[in-house]
């Protein structure tokens, strides 16, 4: 099946400074999800992307879905306290059998130093 | 708006012992689905089902059974429990698999340990 690879695995920030990550697929997706995951909790959509090129804002969160439909970023601006979190990308591919299976990445876990 | 609900959120089971655990939507979702959770290996698909009385086998199925009645419930059935099936177990729903903006929506999460 596809594989995503998501990049960092872990990051520790000051409190204001800007975060990036990435997924990167061997398979080309036709959504770019963004997921942020609080302990105890389940992942909650932040972005959905849905064509390649698209670059898309949600107050400090931006997000892309690259022009070779196999990579995607995320960033996070001026970084607050309760960024903290677990944040997965997830790509979704229509296999043509009408279903949409999602298949994620392992996740960047955020640390935020206040 | 509950969305999606989980139940028990966490449970201990002993080796051999077989349970069910609870989805339900209110959001008249197709599509539903169902995800474990370890350290380290993001979230991975076991089962999921497009619709009402079909359903398919996702990423790791061995040991679990589902079944879809109607379009809110999907449980998830472990019918002997193993060590190996410790983990987070989370349900997901999304509009449907024919229809843009397939965004999922995930319940909070079964904890379950297997002894």
């Known amino acids: 099946g596809q594989q995503l690879n998501q990049s960092p695995q872990s990051m520790f920030i000051q409190e204001g400074e800007d975060v990036s990550m990435n997924c990167t697929s061997s398979s080309i997706f036709n959504t770019w999800l963004w997921y942020k995951q609080d302990p105890g909790e389940g992942p909650v959509l932040l972005i959905a992307?849905?064509?390649?090129?698209e670059l898309t804002s949600n107050g400090r969160l931006t997000a892309q879905f690259g022009i070779t439909r196999k990579d995607s970023f995320l960033n996070i601006s001026a970084s607050i306290p309760s960024d903290v979190g677990i944040y997965f990308c997830a790509g979704q591919l229509n296999s043509g059998a009408g279903s949409y299976q999602l298949t994620f990445g392992k996740g960047t876990k955020l640390s935020v130093i206040p | 708006n509950a969305g999606v609900t989980q139940t028990p959120k966490f449970q201990v089971l002993k080796t051999g012992q077989s349970m069910t655990l609870q989805c339900a939507q209110d959001?008249?979702?197709?599509?539903m689905s169902w995800y474990r959770q370890d350290p380290g290996m993001g979230l991975r698909l076991i089962h999921y089902s497009v619709g009402a009385g079909i359903t398919d086998q996702g990423e790791v199925p061995n040991g679990y059974n589902v079944s879809r009645s109607t379009t809110e419930d999907f449980p998830l059935r472990l019918l002997s429990a193993a060590p190996s099936q410790t983990s987070v177990y989370f349900c997901a729903s999304s509009r449907g698999a024919l229809v843009m903006n397939t965004e999922a929506f995930f319940g909070q999460g079964t904890r379950l340990t297997v002894v």
């Open positions: 992307l849905y064509k390649a090129g």
């Open positions: 959001m008249n979702h197709e599509y």
